[in-house]
């Protein structure tokens, strides 16, 4: 199984779009989670997306400015973050969840499979 993130560098207030790519499971039985972590920080949760992707979870920072997609038919997923601030400068991890259910979807312990993470900086 392999996920495979792209992320980048952009200016504060500017908007970027991370995909990640899954292979090698059945996509449409997993929801989809992102995660960051920042250094020295804790890994965190930002948005997850469940299997058919007609419902999403948010953390506090991300509502508003970020939203999580899914195609199943690309085996990919998306989170769109606008309106960026120098303190989402993180590496951006997604993970795929089997077990997951909506009241569930935060927790980092619950997901199976996770991307090799990729930066994202927000410069001043």
């Known amino acids: 199984v392999q996920l495979q993130g792209w992320g980048g560098l952009v200016q504060a207030g500017g908007s970027l779009r991370l995909s990640c790519a899954a292979s090698?499971?059945?996509?449409?039985?997993?929801?989809m989670g992102w995660f960051r972590q920042a250094p020295g920080e804790e890994r965190e949760f930002v948005a997850a997306?469940?299997?058919?992707?007609?419902?999403?979870v948010y953390a506090d920072s991300a509502k508003g400015r970020f939203t999580i997609s899914r195609d199943n038919a690309k085996n990919t997923v998306y989170l769109q973050m606008n309106s960026l601030k120098p303190e989402d400068t993180a590496v951006y991890f997604c993970?795929?969840?089997?077990?997951?259910?909506?009241?569930?979807?935060?927790?980092?312990?619950?997901?199976?499979?996770w991307g090799q993470g990729t930066l994202v900086t927000v410069s001043s």
């Open positions: 090698g499971l059945t996509f449409t039985s997993y929801a």
């Open positions: 993970a795929a969840g089997r077990r997951t259910t909506r009241a569930t979807m935060s927790f980092p312990g619950l997901y199976d499979y």
């Open positions: 997306i469940i299997r058919s992707g007609y419902d999403t």
